[in-house]
DNA sequence: ACCTGAACACCGTTCAAGT
DNA sequence: ACCTGAACACCGTTCAAGT
């Protein structure tokens, strides 16, 4: 065998920065922030880990390149429509984005060096409001009262410990079972007659909200 | 010396699962969520990491102590005010809880086995809604959404890489400085133009998304 | 009963080699 | 130019001792 034949036959193609931060947000959305080190990411790309410090600088330039990616798959609030279709489309697809990638909630907006894409859309999302008639101040409002229950909600959905109804009982069952009978009975009424409820999905709470502060948003505007 | 002079010299009081809880939360609250580590915790109480395990039986169910310990801190809405100002306290009260202790922010709400501050608090904000009129869906729609902007801000505030104008000027500088001048004209607008204007906090946004919110609850339910 | 020390299987990152 | 292996200073946790 030729080594000609060797090179054709390497499963390994040469590592690159584009390949490692790629492989790296692969591996966070199915084994979590905890598993994203250096030691899996290379593993994963079949190399010795030292060989991704070629291409990065560290760990946290990792995270900083891969949070610019995830910002660049958030739709962008374009030009046609109204700004209260533009954020509510732009907050469903952040909402998206952060459902796909949920060790990213906490870190989107902590970046001491934001990239292109995130500087973009922030750009954007600023410039729709502004040209619909928000002064700076209400700007400043709207972004913060938006990212803050987008990113909350997110944040809240993901640390649910429990995802289908049948979790859900089984942890209620554990829940109250060290206390007294009807010790909390505010509580246990919301969880059997309404958490518990066959077709119960608290992802279904984030439409009411987002639309409750849209029209608050509207309201303020107009005043 | 005697032994019995030695024993009153001895530093260290007999450890206690409350002391070790109660110095994680100290050690979190100023060095983090990273440094809560079972050596460091053991480091502040002068013993071996080991000697945590007779009164803990892991690192999350010290985590799960930490936690109930953050919730017996926060102020319960109580029976005599309407519910939105017992609501607007107690986001006042957990933002200010929240703030204290910035490492529990994701976890708060994660807690397989809940302890009993936390049913206690979950059991009251329930019931002051309840009793004020609201549906179980209403009380669901409400908490979802207060609870997603509390959690969404403080996660936001606590992530923000500036704390200070300088720092934020700081930052912008370098910020910008990778790209064209005029790239991003509205995210530059906004930024010399509100966030680094004197006297500028992020912090002081809270109250202004409280309200809107709270003013559209009251509205759904009047309705 | 309560605490300890060594050990195991992990981390991120530095350094000096290897090809 | 690009990748590797050993090493260092850390982790959480198990186990067998120590007092």
Redesign the pocket.
């Known amino acids: 065998m030729s080594t000609m034949a060797m090179k054709d036959e390497d499963p390994?193609p040469?590592?690159s920065r584009q390949r490692v931060v790629h492989a790296a947000i692969a591996h966070a959305d199915s084994a979590g922030l905890d598993?994203?080190?250096?030691?899996?990411v290379?593993g994963m790309l079949?190399?010795?880990?030292?060989?991704l410090?070629?291409?990065i600088s560290?760990?946290?330039d990792l995270i900083d390149a891969m949070i610019d990616v995830l910002f660049g798959e958030i739709a962008l609030p374009l030009g046609g429509t109204d700004w209260k279709t533009a954020m509510r489309d732009r907050a469903m697809s952040l909402r998206d984005v952060l459902a796909r990638h949920r060790w990213a909630i906490g870190l989107m907006e902590s970046r001491r060096r934001p990239g292109p894409a995130n500087l973009r859309h922030h750009d954007a999302v600023i410039g729709k409001l502004r040209s619909a008639g928000f002064d700076i101040a209400m700007v400043a409002h709207a972004y913060s009262l938006l990212d803050g229950y987008i990113y909350g909600f997110a944040l809240t959905k993901m640390n649910i410990p429990f995802n289908t109804t049948d979790e859900m009982a089984a942890m209620a069952q554990d829940m109250f079972e060290p206390f007294p009978a009807n010790e909390y009975p505010n509580l246990a009424e919301f969880v059997t007659d309404h958490v518990m409820k066959p077709g119960y999905d608290y992802g279904e709470e984030f439409e009411y909200g987002l639309d409750l502060i849209l029209n608050g948003l509207e309201g303020a505007l107009t005043a």
Do not use: I, S
């Open positions: 390994r040469a590592l598993a994203l080190t250096m030691r899996q290379a079949q190399v010795a880990p030292m060989a410090y070629r291409h560290n760990r946290d």
